[in-house]
Nanobody
Framework: QVQLVESGGGLVQAGGSLRLSCAAS????????MGWFRQVPGRGRVFLAG????????YDANSVKGRFTISRDNAKNTVYLQMNSLKPEDTAVYYC??????????????WGQGTQVTVSP
């Protein structure tokens, strides 16, 4: 069982940066792939980035590659999403997730509660 708690969301101006954190409980964190998704009202969750248990990362190139960076610290049971050059269209609820492997589909085993990111023009 893995429990996930996101933090670090908030209001930022366009062009600014935020770093989201996702703290995981459970001794098996280091064996799970971790991912970040986001969701806007009326739409499904969209894959942004994933990182394997050994630190290999994958990004959705259309949305965030080059601006967002995923990383993890297995000693702290935490995964991060560094978001730079934020745009108003990045406004969404951001979720972290855990799964045995990375997939762009939403069929991940565990989800956090989400954290709101709002980017003002």
């Amino acid at each position: 069982q893995v429990q996930l708690v996101e933090s670090g969301g908030g209001l930022v101006q366009a062009g600014g940066s935020l770093r989201l954190s996702c703290a995981a409980s459970g001794r098996t964190f280091s064996t799970y792939a971790m991912g970040w998704f986001r969701q806007v009202p009326g739409r499904g969750r969209v894959f942004l980035a994933g990182i394997s248990w050994i630190g290999v990362s994958t990004y959705d190139a259309n949305s965030v590659k080059g601006r967002f960076t995923i990383s993890r610290d297995n000693a702290k049971n935490t995964v991060y999403l560094q978001m730079n050059s934020l745009k108003p269209e990045d406004t969404a609820v951001y979720y972290c997730a855990a799964n045995p492997r990375i997939t762009t589909a939403t069929m991940w085993d565990y989800w956090g509660q989400g954290t709101q990111v709002t980017v003002s023009p």
